[in-house]
């Protein structure tokens, strides 16, 4: 059974940075793709960043592009989002996402970021 634990959200004041990490345990991280979802209140949930285990190709949702950065330790286990010039609009929980090809997909527990203006 693959765990996800998303950490790193907090409170942060316009244009400034986090990093979320997500570690994963219980299953063999390297083959998986792995990705981070957003939910802010009253919306639905998107993608907000994707990496893939094949070639570490990024993707990224156009409102984030130029910002945030989402990269993997396959030594550590670990998916990383590194979020810059944070905007109230990026308020969010953030949730880690492991997808397998043929495979249940698996999320984690979600990590709240909030942007104050």
């Known amino acids: 059974q693959v765990q996800l634990v998303e950490s790193g959200g907090g409170l942060v004041q316009a244009g400034g940075s986090l990093r979320l990490s997500c570690a994963c345990s219980?299953?063999?991280?390297?083959?998986?793709?792995m990705g981070w979802f957003r939910r802010a209140p009253g919306k639905e949930r998107e993608l907000v960043a994707a990496i893939t285990w094949t070639d570490g190709k990024p993707y990224y949702v156009d409102s984030v592009k130029g910002r945030f950065t989402i990269s993997r330790d396959n030594d550590k286990n670990t998916v990383y989002l590194t979020m810059d010039a944070l905007k109230p609009e990026d308020t969010a929980v953030y949730y880690c996402?492991?997808?397998?090809?043929?495979?249940?997909?698996?999320w984690g527990q979600g990590t709240q970021v909030t942007v104050s203006s």
């Open positions: 996402n492991a997808i397998r090809v043929g495979y249940s997909p698996y």
């Open positions: 219980g299953g063999t991280f390297s083959v998986y793709h």
